[in-house]
């Protein structure tokens, strides 16, 4: 029993095993790839592929696009492509008339079968079409007149072989050489682009006159191809066609050229288009807008140019010139010139291409190149950019097998998201073919520009202040900070509030400023995604006005306080600056005169005499009191006309310390007014009799000699002359303090007497004996008896001023009663 199930668990593995080989050996696989292959333009090339165990799709592709699927061509326009073999294990592709535009690079794929068999793709084949020799221009019939100029046209595109020309059926040249020997025959035009042009100069009626024919040598992939026989004529005087138009073909699409040329016309020219006038001179129909005539009209120059031609523009094209008068102007023509018109071949399937380089890693101000590409077709399409629908002009490039337009731009922020479109046109397309683009994404450059409102905040002592803080950046400000003196604020600080209006501004708000917030800075911090920047402002905080108005009012009191103390401090040295250097000393036994004019007299008791001078020096001199005096002389009565011998004062200085008055005089011939002789020796309010009769009592009484008596003036009559020898007499003032300081003198000695006389103090000769032991006591005392000196002297000064004023006071009181009484007197002695 268990042999047995052994024995099926076997054959059941068996059989397993030999059905999964089955499918291993049922797999797809390619037994013919394709080969890179090479064709001559115009014949027909083959790409094979064949497939094993075939279970999926075979699909051709060139250049990844897909052309065929099974059997079938994607694009039924195109009928030169083709599927052959059985379809069942081989598909080659057949491409016959190859063209340059089928170069590429051909694959073959079969999908996956879905059983077992994954994907296959065939090595990539590489079809190259090699071009071959053809014709672009062929020379024309031409007429011409004698001794001008011919030109027969000849242009090769591809040339392999050699190019020869034939006049009459003889080989005249060989590329750019000329054979026949004859030096008015040239080849002209560019080798490079083909044209090999014959050229006869100083034409010759019946030398040069014949057929020509353009002939290229078979080479390389190139048979042997001939022009057509074109013929040259040569006519006399008049008017003539030295160019005349020729066969052209031309693809749809393109520009096509019909030339013509006459010399000396007198004519209209026209163009026939299938012997239909299209143009007169270089006017054309208004239907006509592809059509246009160009060249040197003053050459003779009348082109026809036809742009985008189509199967329309198909015909046979004459240039003629109407008959004129004059010899030789006859009508002439052109012989019939074909232009043909093929059909235009599509550019390559998955054309246009867009591109963009670089197209990664993109910054704000990078140098980027768009390009738009196509390959294949006849003619080669037309490539334009556009963005938001506006085309804009690139650099467009033409070539052999592809066109291309490229724009090279910078990249700048604002065009991020921008989308270029590319259009393709061509004859062919049925509809515009364009490409695009992706939106353009590139990294901004980093920018954050932060303001504030205000640099300094200027707020009031326990008030509230606000800066406003705005910010742009790229990418786009995600927020702000603030901070004071540069620490960040928290939001549980009472002293501000932070209000934001999303992320176009932020406000700092001080909600009471005090006095220690002065000169603080507060700054403004926005950020975006790559950056940050930061503003500063400073706080200023402005105290209360009554705090400024009292500082004004302590600035304007010391200003006061200034000008009552240190002004008058200084007034007064000035004004002693000015006394000291403007009093005048007496002159000893002479007369003092100030200012020229009036003779005074210094009369002054003091402890020192000020002469002129410095006064520094001068207070060297001893400090021991003087007594200056006038020298007085009077008369014995005031009715005898004449002086007596004058008295001086009786020597009441006792030891001679005192020395004798300074005497002031009055100058001779000084004349009296008539009020001091209308006196009679009275001056002002003194009495002199009574103050003579006070001295002598006083001096009778301490028994010394009297005073004479004298007066202010001596009693001159008015109409005589005074004498010469004439003295003023001492003021009734001056008299009083003399009085007053003499009596106090001998008060003084008096008491000196009596002092030494107790005992009390030493006699003058005893002092002086001891005047060693003094010395020290003197010298001791010496700076403050000289202070004391000094204010002494400074109140005598001061007492005299007084003196004189209340003496002055009187005097002036006694003549106004004086006056009075005599206009009395006057009255009653009248009645």
């Known amino acids: 029993m268990d042999a047995s199930r052994h024995s099926n668990a076997g054959t059941t593995a068996v059989y397993f095993l030999v059905l999964l080989l089955g499918f291993a050996g049922a797999q797809q696989a390619f037994s013919v790839q394709p080969t890179d292959t090479q064709v001559t333009e115009g014949n027909t090339a083959t790409l094979r592929c064949s497939v094993t165990n075939k279970g999926g799709t075979l699909t051709w592709t060139k250049d990844g696009a897909p052309v065929s699927v099974e059997g079938a061509i994607i694009d039924t326009t195109n009928t030169r492509y083709s599927i052959q073999g059985d379809g069942v294990s081989t598909y080659d592709l057949q491409i016959t008339e190859a063209v340059l535009a089928d170069s590429g690079d051909f694959q073959c794929l079969v999908t996956a079968d879905g059983v077992g068999s994954g994907e296959i793709l065939s090595d990539v084949a590489t079809l190259t079409v090699l071009e071959v020799q053809g014709f672009i221009r062929v020379p024309g019939d031409t007429s011409v007149a004698a001794e001008t100029t011919a030109t027969l046209e000849c242009q090769v595109d591809n040339k392999e072989g050699f190019l020869y020309w034939l006049q009459n059926g003889e080989i005249i040249s060989n590329d750019t050489v000329l054979t026949n020997g004859n030096a008015r025959y040239s080849i002209s035009g560019d080798q490079s682009a083909g044209e090999y042009n014959l050229v006869i100069v100083s034409t010759q009626d019946g ?69 239909q006038a299209i143009s007169y001179d270089r006017e054309l129909g208004l239907a006509n807008t592809r059509y246009s005539i160009v060249g040197d009209e003053a ?98 490039v033409a070539l052999d097998l592809n066109a291309r337009n490229d724009v090279s731009f910078r990249l700048i922020n604002n065009m991020i998201g921008v989308v270029f479109e590319c259009l393709s046109s061509h004859p062919a397309y049925t509809t515009t073919q364009k490409c695009q683009l992706p939106p353009l994404a590139f990294e901004l450059t980093p920018t954050i520009q932060v303001s504030l409102d205000t640099l300094t905040l200027e707020i009031k002592e326990d008030e509230t202040g606000s800066v406003e803080c705005s910010a742009t950046g790229d990418p786009a400000v995600l927020g702000y900070g603030w901070s004071y003196n540069g620490v960040q604020i928290a939001d549980t600080d009472e002293r501000f509030l932070i209000t934001e209006d999303g992320s176009s501004k932020s406000t700092l708000t001080i909600t009471s400023a005090s006095l220690s917030m002065d000169e603080a ?34 600035a304007l009191i010391a200003l006061f306080v200034f000008a009552l103390i240190i002004v008058p401090i200084i007034a007064y040295y000035c004004y002693r600056r000015h006394k000291k250097r403007t009093q005048v000393a007496p002159i000893e036994n002479g007369p003092t005169t100030i200012s020229g004019t009036k003779v005074t007299s210094n009369y002054f008791i003091t402890e020192e005499t000020i002469p002129n001078g410095h006064v520094r020096k001068n207070s060297r001199s001893s400090s021991k009191p003087r007594v200056l005096d006038h020298e007085t002389k009077h008369v014995d009565s005031p009715d005898e006309g004449s002086y007596g011998s004058p008295t001086p004062l009786p020597d009441l200085t006792g030891r001679g310390r005192y020395p004798q008055p300074i005497r002031s005089q009055t100058p001779e011939g000084f ?64 008299y009083m303090v003399r009085d007053e300081y003499e ?10 007497k009596s002092l030494t006389d107790s005992g009390m103090i030493q006699d003058d000769a005893k002092s002086r004996k001891s005047k060693d032991g003094g010395e020290r006591r003197k010298h001791k005392h010496k700076k403050r008896d000289k202070e004391k000196d000094e204010k002494e002297r400074d109140g005598h000064k001061k007492s005299k001023s007084k003196e004189h004023r209340e003496h002055r006071d009187k005097k002036d009181k006694k003549e106004r009663k004086e006056k009075r009484e005599k206009r009395d007197r006057k009255k009653d002695s009248s009645r």
Request: net charge negative.
């Open 521 to 554: 800075v507060v700054s403004c911090e926005a950020r975006n995604r790559i950056d940050t920047e930061s503003v500063y402002a400073v706080v200023r905080i402005i105290e209360d006005d009554l705090y400024q108005i009292v500082l004004a009012v302590l």
């Open 743 to 752: 009596r106090k003198l001998r008060e003084l000695e008096s008491m000196k």
């Open 671 to 734: 004349m009296m007014d008539s009020m001091d002789s209308a006196r009679g020796g009275k001056v002002g309010s003194y009495d002199v009799e009574a103050a003579r009769a006070r001295n002598e009592a006083e001096m009778q009484g301490s028994g010394k000699t009297p005073l004479p008596s004298s007066s202010r003036r001596s009693s001159v009559s008015r109409s005589g002359p005074a004498p010469l020898n004439n003295k003023v007499s001492l003021s009734p003032g001056e």
């Open 299 to 396: 050459a003779g120059e009348y082109n026809l140019q036809i742009e985008d031609v189509t199967s329309v523009d198909t015909g046979t094209y004459h240039c003629i010139v109407s008959a004129a008068s004059g010899a030789g102007n006859e009508a002439i023509s052109s012989s019939g010139a074909t232009l043909s018109v093929t059909a235009a071949t599509a550019p390559d399937d998955g054309y246009p291409l867009c591109s963009m380089v670089p197209s990664t890693d993109l910054m704000e101000g990078d140098n980027v190149t768009i390009s738009c590409t196509s390959r294949g077709g006849e003619p080669q399409p037309k490539l334009a950019w556009l963005l938001d629908n506006l085309e804009f002009d690139g650099n467009y």
């Open 207 to 275: 030398t040069d006159e014949g057929s020509y024919q353009c002939v290229v040598t078979a080479a390389g992939t190139s048979a042997r191809i001939e022009s057509r026989v074109a013929s040259l004529s040569i006519q006399g005087t008049g008017q003539r066609l030295t160019i005349v138009p020729s066969n052209a073909v031309f693809v749809e699409g393109t520009t096509a050229l019909m030339r013509c040329k006459v010399v000396d016309k007198a004519g209209t020219l026209s163009w026939l288009q299938n012997s």
